[in-house]
C-alpha cells in the first residue's frame, strides 16, 4: 500500500513523465511525507529510484534488442539521447554502444516488493495513519528530562536543563523515569504537526495500537519539539505505559506449537507460527523469542525427521498470511 501504490504506478508509466505531485496522490500522501517515506521503504530519493528503473528497462532493451539507441532513450523514459547516455554512463560506467557491443554483465535494479514490510504495523517501522507518517519506539526512560515551563502544551528541545543544573525549586516541565511508547514525526511547519499530526498520532496510539497490544497507557502525553532538523520540524510523543492490561499475551511463550510450513521435494520446512504463539507481532517480541531459540533446537529437530544433512538453521520468514519463527 501506500509506497507500493506509487512503485506500481511508475512501472505502469516509465515511459511518460513523473512528477512527485501526481505520485504522492497516487500514495494517497502529500508531497512532504510520500518523498520521506518513499526514501525510507527503499533506500533511495524518488527521481533517483526512477532513473535506476529507467536505465534497467533500457539495459534490458541494449541486451535483447536492435532498437536505435535514440528510440530506446525515448522508451525508457529519457528526454532525449544525450541525457540518456550521461546518466547510463554515470551509473554503469560505459556508453550504452559499448554495452550493448560487448555484453557486460551489469548489476540488476529490480522492482522492490514492499507488501511484507507493512505486515508488522508495531514498533520501529513506519506508520501511515490520516495521511500522516510516523515511528513508534518503546523506550524506557532511565532518568528524568527537565525543561523550561512551555506555554505552548510542548516542550522545546532548546530549553532543556542539564540535571545537573536543575535548580532545587525547578517548577517546568518534565518528563519522569518509566517506560514510555514514543511516536517520532516530522512535518513542514509547527503549526501543522501540533495541529495535524500530533492528533492523529495520539488517536492511533490510544484507539489502536493500545487496544491490539492491551496496553494501559497515560493519556496525558509529553511532546518535544526539535527545531530546524533537516529542514523540517521533528516531534516525539511520549505516551508513558502504566501496565499491561490482565489477560494480555506475555511478550514471550516458550510452548509455542512447531508446525509444518511447507513441503518442496523431500526437504520439510518447519516452524513457529508467531500468529499462535501468544506472542504480540512486533519486532521486539520476535526478538525475545529468538533470543530463546534454543529451547526450540529439540522441538523442532523432532518435526524435521529424515533430513540429508545434519543442520539446523535458524531464520525469520515474512509471508502472508502468517510470520514464523522457522
Known amino acids: 500500500m501506500y509506497i507500493q501504490n506509487a512503485i506500481d504506478w511508475i512501472e505502469q508509466h ?52 536492435d532498437l536505435k539507441i535514440s528510440k530506446i532513450a525515448l522508451k525508457s523514459g529519457f528526454e532525449n539521447h544525450e541525457t540518456f547516455t550521461r546518466s547510463f554512463k554515470e551509473v554503469y560506467r560505459m556508453t550504452p554502444t559499448a554495452f550493448r557491443t560487448n555484453k557486460f554483465p551489469v548489476a540488476a535494479f529490480n522492482v522492490p516488493d514492499l507488501s511484507t514490510q507493512y505486515f508488522l504495523k508495531e514498533l520501529n517501522i513506519p506508520i501511515v495513519a490520516g495521511g500522516i507518517v510516523f515511528d513508534i519506539k518503546r523506550v524506557q526512560q532511565q532518568t528524568e528530562r527537565f525543561f523550561q515551563v512551555s506555554t505552548q502544551g510542548f516542550a522545546d528541545a532548546v530549553t532543556e536543563i542539564d540535571t545537573a543544573f536543575k535548580p532545587e525549586d525547578f517548577t517546568g516541565w518534565y518528563i519522569e523515569i518509566g517506560e514510555y511508547i514514543v511516536c517520532c514525526l516530522e512535518g513542514e511547519s509547527l503549526d501543522y504537526v501540533l495541529s495535524e499530526g500530533c492528533p ?24 518535544v519539539v526539535y527545531k530546524n532538523v533537516l529542514d523540517a520540524i521533528y516531534v516525539e510523543m511520549y505516551f508513558k505505559i502504566n501496565n499491561i492490561k490482565k489477560g494480555a499475551p506475555d511478550m514471550y511463550n516458550p510452548k509455542s506449537e512447531v508446525e509444518l510450513i511447507n513441503l518442496t521435494h523431500d526437504i520439510k520446512i518447519v516452524g513457529i507460527n508467531l500468529q499462535k504463539s501468544g506472542l504480540p507481532i512486533t519486532i521486539e517480541g520476535v526478538g525475545k523469542m529468538w533470543d530463546k531459540k534454543e529451547i526450540y533446537t529439540e522441538e523442532i529437530q523432532n518435526n524435521t525427521k529424515n533430513t540429508k544433512r545434519p543442520v539446523t538453521e535458524y531464520g525469520i520468514g515474512m509471508s502472508n498470511p502468517h510470520d514464523y519463527l522457522v
Do not use: C
Open 200 to 223: 492523529v498520532v495520539r488517536s492511533y496510539i490510544l484507539d489502536v495500537w493500545a487496544k491490539k497490544n492491551m496496553a494501559h497507557l497515560d493519556m496525558n502525553e509529553k511532546i
Open 14 to 65: 516509465i515511459d511518460q513523465k513523473l512528477e512527485i505531485s501526481k505520485l504522492s496522490n497516487v500514495a494517497y500522501l502529500s508531497a512532504f511525507y510520500f518523498q520521506r517515506l518513499f526514501k525510507r521503504m527503499t533506500g533511495r530519493s524518488v527521481m533517483e529510484y526512477i532513473k535506476l528503473r529507467r536505465l534497467a528497462y533500457a539495459a534490458d532493451y541494449l541486451s535483447r534488442s
